[in-house]
């Protein structure tokens, strides 16, 4: 069963903030929210990580709810080669041992100009 | 220079053949993996290792095998291809923070 969900699709303009959502209502209170990308068949790209505080990075900023259920991913100004497919995974992190992800199928997010 | 890599980037095969793909990292880091993706569809997990001797299979093993030759080797081999296995395959690897870092990926097409 899928831990997360994301909407299929989303737009955005170019220079605006790009906010995407991901749902991970059973997430464990030892479980991480991962962000990822994938541009055009390219190898996936990690973007940022967090357990239950916001985080910034050169990247994007992530922010997680305060009951850790909901996320959302900020791409603050949004330019055309954003164009890809952004993954929301939950994972425990240190585990010492194998820990399933599931990059499901993302959000396809398209930067218009 | 490039963190993962894979070779080949592409590859065109027939039925019945057996094929390598191979993986290297120059991140010093413990953890492998390979991947496969399908359009449309998301990564799914073939194998894993966690050091030199440890293998272990993934979602979708069957008509795969794998050999870690070094920390910073990782080869994916088909048996026999099939033209179902035609897909893009990544390779990965992850230190103990399990963050993943991806190959640029490898297409292949079984004919």
């Known amino acids: 069963d899928a831990k997360t969900t994301q909407p299929t699709s989303m737009d955005c303009a170019e220079g605006r903030a790009a906010n995407l959502p991901c749902n991970h209502s059973t997430i464990s209170g030892n479980e991480y929210v991962y962000w990822y990308r994938q541009i055009h068949s390219q190898g996936p790209q990690y973007i940022i990580h967090g357990l239950k505080n916001n985080e910034t990075n050169e990247m994007a900023s992530l922010i997680i709810t305060e009951d850790r259920k909901s996320s959302t991913l900020i791409l603050p100004h949004a330019t055309l080669r954003d164009t890809a497919v952004y993954y929301c995974?939950?994972?425990?992190?240190?585990?010492?041992?194998?820990?399933?992800?599931?990059f499901g199928t993302g959000t396809k997010l398209q930067v218009i100009p | 220079d490039a963190d993962v890599t894979q070779t080949p980037r592409n590859r065109i095969t027939k039925t019945g053949k057996r094929i390598m793909l191979e993986c290297s990292q120059t991140?010093?880091?413990?953890?492998m993996y390979w991947y496969r993706q399908d359009p449309g569809l998301g990564l799914r997990l073939i194998y894993y290792s966690f050091d030199v001797k440890d293998i272990n299979k993934g979602e979708i093993s069957d008509g795969y095998s794998v050999s870690r030759q070094a920390q910073a080797k990782f080869s994916l081999s088909l048996e026999s291809a099939i033209p179902n296995q035609t897909a893009l395959y990544f390779c990965?690897?992850?230190?103990?923070?399990?963050?993943?870092?991806f190959g640029p990926g490898t297409r292949l097409l079984v004919l």
């Open positions: 991140k010093g880091h413990d953890r």
């Open positions: 995974i939950v994972s425990v992190r240190n585990s010492g041992g194998y820990q399933k992800v599931t």
């Open positions: 990965a690897t992850a230190g103990t923070q399990e963050t993943q870092y």
